[in-house]
């Protein structure tokens, strides 16, 4: 079987940035792919200005409801895709439920897996590539067998001669430090790769028949991380492309999820340690706890104004957190709410 590359991308009532991103991939002329548009449940209009966009601009828009993209689709309509090209087709999935960034990606990610194939790309609705960007990335991960999963050099989108990283590096203790964070595009090397510890859910290639799904055990957030961890354990490896470029327009979509950046910081932490001690023993694991901790604390009070009391208040939910074990929508939005 020739191999393919399925595009996922993941909206949730952010119709104008999907569309930019959809615009973008004209871009792309070197290969052949088919774009997997999910919808998570956005509000009724917003899901109808996004089929209506895709029907007209596209020759063939193939509309699936959840269920019937993880049973892989319909098969004379997928044998009708294989003969059409990438410019001219994409595939349109409405999720029943907002299941999350992971759980909503899984779905488009189960139905690659029905039809036979393993290459999937996340990428975020609120990125545009540069020319020619993913033919790049995949086929440097064709060639490169030693790898499993690729991400390539990240931009900000404002301004655009500024990294937001290439990947990253995860220390003993389990926290992530970006390579070449806010640096001038002329200080990273533009061609070669790097071996990362950690690549980002905003533009992800990998080969899921050797990765694995993405984590659903958390709502909001860590699924990247988590994925990280993962294949770090395996002794899978992961790589910085540099000559593929793409533009992210950072933290659109967490600012549509809430203002509230103190409950967001809580559930972060939270997961974040939860996540850990599933990759830890129990003595790195407690140090960790501590470090966070701590470091939450300073944050807090520097960044987000927080007063004592409200420090107090996320440190207590936290460990409630943590003891609970859940970490489901509900308790997100909970988490919001308790530490307003």
Known sequence: MVEKLYIIILNWNGYNYTKDCLISLKKETDMDYTIVLVDNHSEQDEYELLKSYCQNNYSTCVCYNEQQARNGGEIDTERELLSIGCQDKIVLIRNSDNLGFA???????????????????????????????????????????????????????????????????????????????????????????????????????????????????????????????????????KVCLFSSVIYHKVSLSQNRISNNNIGKACYHYAIRLADLKEYQNRFLWIISVCIYIIFSFFTLKCNYGASLMQCIVVQREIFKLLKRNDFSKYIFLQTLKLCK
């Open 103 to 237: 759980a909503g990606n899984n779905v488009a990610l189960e139905y690659v897996e029905k039809l036979g194939y393993k290459y999937v790309l996340l990428l975020n609705n609120d990125t545009e590539i540069a020319e020619n960007a993913i033919s790049k990335l995949f086929s440097f991960a064709l060639e490169h067998s030693q790898f499993v999963a690729f991400v390539p050099q990240i931009r900000l989108f404002n301004p655009s001669n500024r990294i937001w990283n290439c990947g990253g590096k995860i220390s003993w203790y389990g926290a992530r430090f970006y390579y070449y964070p806010n640096e001038h595009i002329q200080n990273v090397p533009q061609t070669g790769y790097k071996e990362i510890d950690y690549a980002t859910g905003c533009a992800l290639l990998f080969d899921m028949s050797r990765t694995g799904k993405l984590t659903e055990r958390f709502f909001f957030g860590e699924e990247d991380f988590e994925f990280s961890l993962r294949l770090k354990k395996k002794s899978l490896k």
